[in-house]
């Protein structure tokens, strides 16, 4: 059984998100963009309200006026439900199911302690006695590695985590008929219990001693006595620890975080074969990894990839939060990558599609065009606005084109720095390159105080403007370059009272909106700097 569908409303700073999954499922985007607030909102929905967390804490700027609601859609239940080991259980789920393959699942603000399903478009009023139970044997195993978690939580010796569990579960079936240890319990007895043994003998003396001292204040005291109980399994185990040969053979405890990491995965994805093989056969593993490369190398990130591809090969589904350009930039039939954005403190998904990853992968790399890997051509423009627009341009009319890359030679949406430092920024890293000929460069046209500025670029660049490689806007900015259409054209006043934000979001709507003929009549210089660089381009 697998997830389709996730629907959160309300969910801290995620305000409306509609998510339709893969098997692998990678969510890119800046620090606090809202990635770990869609993992919490998951595990949420599965394990209701941490233990010391209040409930106002999940609320968008604790605003509770608003319902919180996460409602997961899920598809095999059939096959889910057949492979249940619980039969009471089973008949349960099979009889809410009435044959349907596929269910929803939700959990609100409002009953936050209950989860209300929906079959075939219809809400059942209310679950039979007993069916949160069965329910949660029935939903997938939710397993959420999160960033604050350490090694020891998962590779040290517990009843609750995973390695604990596969040890002592192994351990008791070995043992409990084992006549090694059946012989170890007589020979303990013996030892510490039998009236003759030299240590009860012992025991005993200590004991009356205590008592002698004890009955100077309690009289009544007739006997103290010492007694040690047989070893039970989980004792066995109290000193357990991980070692691990990678060349050195030291305890997991004193390799390095990248190793500690990986090991962390790896008992974990082996818990979760262990759980199939055994009381879970059937049940299917959803895995949400918090910064999946944190303390590992590119070339284990990409490793660790592979691994996680392959647990998506049969029932499991992976999420992963990342920073990491590996994750996304290789391609796989079963894997979907979610951009994330936060804007006026509301955090927004966006699907990325082919024409949109060497753009993420980009600002993953740090932005800097030395990290792009040969695309067609290069176009360098002034800011995030142009790369806006211009992408959405292309996507829309021109995805017959050669791809090109758009860069921003800004870089920074809060600071008006001048275009041509900028540029010249931008640049360098390109120069001697096989791009030399080919690149196009779009430059604000200069203001009179930057205008020394730009000739002297032009000057250093001579063969660039000889080519025909650097096109200049009419106006000092694009947005007095947009169309007169609707509210879009602003004056060189209203563009110097817009801060960086604002400039993207019009460019943004301008992108999306403009039709073909306006942008290739009205902002005849942009278009012919695509012209040239489509023309130029490998």
Request: glycine share 4%; proline share 4%.
């Amino acid at each position: 059984m697998k997830i389709t569908k996730v629907t959160i409303n309300n969910f801290r700073s995620i305000e409306s998100a509609v998510f339709d999954f893969n098997d692998f499922n990678v969510f890119v985007g800046q620090n606090n963009a809202g990635k770990t607030n869609l993992f919490e909102a998951v595990e949420w929905f599965f394990k209701g309200l941490p233990k010391g967390k209040s409930l106002i804490d999940l609320y968008p700027n604790r605003n509770t006026s608003k319902e919180i609601s996460v409602e997961i859609e899920f598809e095999g239940a059939q096959h889910g439900a057949e492979n249940m080991r619980n039969e009471t259980n089973k008949t349960k789920i099979l009889n809410v199911l009435d044959g349907s393959n596929t269910l929803s699942v939700k959990r609100t603000s409002g009953e936050p302690s209950k989860r209300t399903l929906t079959i075939r478009g219809v809400e059942l009023a209310k679950n039979p006695a007993g069916f949160d139970k069965a329910l949660n044997d029935f939903l997938p195993k939710f397993e959420y590695i999160h960033t604050k978690q350490y090694f020891d939580e998962v590779a040290k010796y517990s009843s609750k985590t995973p390695v604990g569990i596969m040890l002592s579960s192994v351990l008791e079936e070995i043992l409990q008929d084992d006549p090694q240890y059946r012989a170890f319990r007589s020979k303990f007895d013996e030892l510490f219990d039998n009236e003759d043994s030299a240590v009860k003998v012992e025991f005993d003396k200590l004991g009356n001693s205590v008592k002698t001292h004890l009955e100077k204040q309690f009289a009544e005291c007739t006997k103290v006595s010492f007694e040690v109980t047989s070893p039970e399994f989980d004792d066995l185990l109290k000193n357990f620890q991980t070692r691990v040969d990678d060349g050195v053979e030291t305890y997991a405890s004193e390799k390095g975080d990248g190793m500690q990491r990986a090991l962390m995965l790896a008992i974990i994805q082996a818990y979760a074969e262990y759980r199939k093989n055994r009381d879970d056969a059937g049940k299917s593993f959803l895995f949400f990894i918090d910064e999946a490369e944190l303390h590992l190398h590119p070339t284990a990130q990409r490793k660790l990839k592979n691994v996680l591809l392959e647990l998506c090969e049969d029932l499991d589904q992976v999420f992963i939060n990342t920073h990491s350009s590996v994750f996304v930039a290789d391609e796989h039939p079963s894997q979907k990558i979610f951009k994330v954005e936060k804007e006026d403190s509301i955090t927004n998904f966006k699907s990325v599609d082919t024409f949109d990853k060497p753009y993420v992968v980009f600002e993953l790399l740090g932005g800097s065009p030395a990290d792009l890997l040969l695309p067609r051509n290069f176009v360098i423009v002034e800011g995030p606005s142009e790369v806006e627009l211009l992408t959405r341009v292309i996507r829309r009319f021109y995805s017959d084109k050669p791809t090109i890359q758009i860069i921003s030679a800004e870089g920074d949406t809060h600071q008006a720095k001048r275009s041509i430092n900028a540029i010249k920024k931008a640049f360098k890293p390109l120069e001697k390159s096989i791009f030399e000929e080919k690149m196009v460069i779009l430059c604000d046209a200069p203001t009179d105080k930057a205008k020394a500025g730009f000739d002297d670029f032009i000057k250093s660049f001579k063969a660039f403007n000889d080519r025909g490689q650097i096109q200049v806007l009419e106006y000092g900015s694009l947005e007095e370059c947009y169309p007169a259409y609707e509210d879009w054209k602003r004056s060189e006043e209203q563009v110097s009272e817009m801060n960086g934000k604002k400039k993207t979001k019009l460019a943004k709507r301008v992108g999306d909106e403009i039709t073909k003929e306006q942008f290739e009549t009205e902002m005849p210089i942009i278009f012919k700097t695509l012209l040239s660089a489509w023309e130029l381009s490998y």
